[in-house]
């Protein structure tokens, strides 16, 4: 996170007790602006697919499916992962790297289509599309990332 502020425990008594001059760690500058983004909320779908797994994120919202097509074109080409969370705490995080993952385009949203044509890769992606299906019919809410950054979240 580049917004933390980082300060050793021990920068914290400065100027409380002269004999621990020798100890006191500098404090770290505040960080500028903390950086935040609106993430798009969107139904989100995913089911097993030949090779791997498909996620689609779809909205009746014309400007949050433009959105997060939007987010798609530029992530492009980065790291696909699923950040599963119930009440703000995260739950499951399921990188997928062993796969080839692209976006496309719907009408409504987008479809990210994960696939590897390794049988080992491609066991272990649908073995993370069961573990996120079955977090989602419990409750939990999903955040589609690319590169780390959010590209659309489930409602």
Do not use: Y
């Amino acid at each position: 996170m580049t917004t933390a502020m980082m300060m050793e425990r021990s920068g914290m008594m400065t100027g409380m007790n002269p004999m621990m001059a020798g100890t006191m760690g500098g404090m770290a500058t505040m960080p500028t602006t903390p950086q935040m983004m609106m993430v798009p909320r969107c139904t989100m779908t995913m089911e097993k697919c030949t090779g791997g797994m498909k996620i689609m994120c779809t909205s009746d919202d014309k400007t949050t499916a433009s959105m997060m097509q939007n987010l798609c074109t530029m992530m492009a080409g980065g790291m696909c992962s699923c950040c599963l969370m119930m009440n703000g705490m995260m739950v499951c995080c399921c990188n997928l790297m062993m796969g080839m993952c692209r976006c496309e385009m719907m009408d409504n949203g987008i479809c990210m289509t994960c696939t590897s044509g390794d049988p080992a890769c491609c066991a272990m992606i649908q073995a993370c599309c069961d573990c996120m299906m079955a977090m989602c019919k419990a409750g939990c809410t999903c955040c589609l990332c690319m590169n780390g950054m959010p590209v659309c979240c489930s409602c």
